[in-house]
Nanobody, 118 residues
Framework: QVQLVESGGGLVQAGGSLRLSCAASGSIFFNTNIMGWYHQAPGKQRELVAVISHNSITNYADSVKGRFTISRDNGENTVYLQMNSLKPEDSGVYYC???????????WGKGTLVTVSS
């Protein structure tokens, strides 16, 4: 059994910052997994925001480049998403993912809600 638990969401004004965390537990070799953050806006499909490999190679959606930073702490089995210069269109539920193949998560968290007011 694998659990991914997100935290850190909330309400913030446009231009503000939030830091999301995702703690992994259970039968997962965290160090070998590709960790990702996905965003689902109301009424839209879930989209990849950022991903980080086991050796901390990162990739970002164009919409968040220069504003968001993904990082991981393998000792703590935790992945982070630092979100700066937030925009109202960043609002939605953010999901943490884990998997061994890029773009094909094996596990998902339940999500954390981010609301950016204008």
């Amino acid at each position: 059994q694998v659990q991914l638990v997100e935290s850190g969401g909330g309400l913030v004004q446009a231009g503000g910052s939030l830091r999301l965390s995702c703690a992994a537990s259970g039968s997962i070799f965290f160090n070998t997994n590709i960790m990702g953050w996905y965003h689902q806006a109301p009424g839209k499909q879930r989209e990849l925001v950022a991903v980080i490999s086991h050796n901390s190679i990162t990739n970002y959606a164009d919409s968040v480049k220069g504003r968001f930073t993904i990082s991981r702490d393998n000792g703590e089995n935790t992945v982070y998403l630092q979100m700066n210069s937030l925009k109202p269109e960043d609002s939605g539920v953010y999901y943490c993912s884990a998997g061994l193949v890029f773009g094909k998560p094996d596990y998902w968290g339940k999500g954390t809600l981010v609301t950016v007011s204008s």
